[in-house]
């Protein structure tokens, strides 16, 4: 006859114990007899209510779920021809993303003709990331995929 370890609800020892007799002692007390470490010799049985454990698990994962912050990548597109005043307004907005935790892609849109002046999009985006320097780290660094020039920042680790 096979022995099992046998660990009350409260977590007290209640020795080794045949598995027909930890049975009948769980049902005694309406729980159920639970394998914790099947690995051990003998294996090792707790004495517990296997639904309000599988409840109160589920909701511990739900809890860590609701904490979990998720981050975004947020974009924010310019074209060569973006004044100065038009930058800064798209860098506050980078500037905003960057602080509430989320990435931000920087892209600057080549059409047409723009093209042969791709160094227009490389210095806007250095520029932009000479601003961020203090909250923001180049996470991918600025290169050219068709006709976008893009870069991706993040927030700086606190």
């Known amino acids: 006859m096979r022995e099992v370890r046998v660990v009350s ?3 007290e020892q209640l020795g080794i114990l045949p598995i027909a007799q930890a049975l009948d002692l769980a049902r005694q007390r309406d729980m159920d007899l639970v394998e914790v470490a099947g690995e051990a010799v003998p294996p090792v049985c707790r004495i517990m209510d296997f639904g309000k454990y599988k409840y109160l698990q589920a909701r511990r ?6 904490k979990q912050t998720i981050i975004q990548v947020k974009e924010v597109k310019l074209g060569p021809k973006t004044d100065v005043h038009d930058f800064d307004f ?3 907005h980078v500037r905003r993303f960057l602080e509430e935790g989320n990435k931000a892609k920087v892209t600057v849109r080549f059409k047409g003709r723009e ?8 210095k806007m985006l250095n520029r932009m990331t000479e601003i961020m320097n203090d909250i923001a780290v180049i996470e991918n660094h600025p290169r050219m995929e068709g006709r976008m020039l893009s870069m991706i920042l993040s927030p700086k680790p606190h």
Do not use: F, P, V
Not at 115 to 122: E, F, I, N, Q, R
């Open 9 to 11: 609800a409260d977590g």
């Open 61 to 66: 994962q739900k809890d860590a779920r609701k």
């Open 115 to 122: 093209m042969a002046h791709t160094d227009l999009g490389w």
């Open 90 to 92: 798209k860098a506050k």
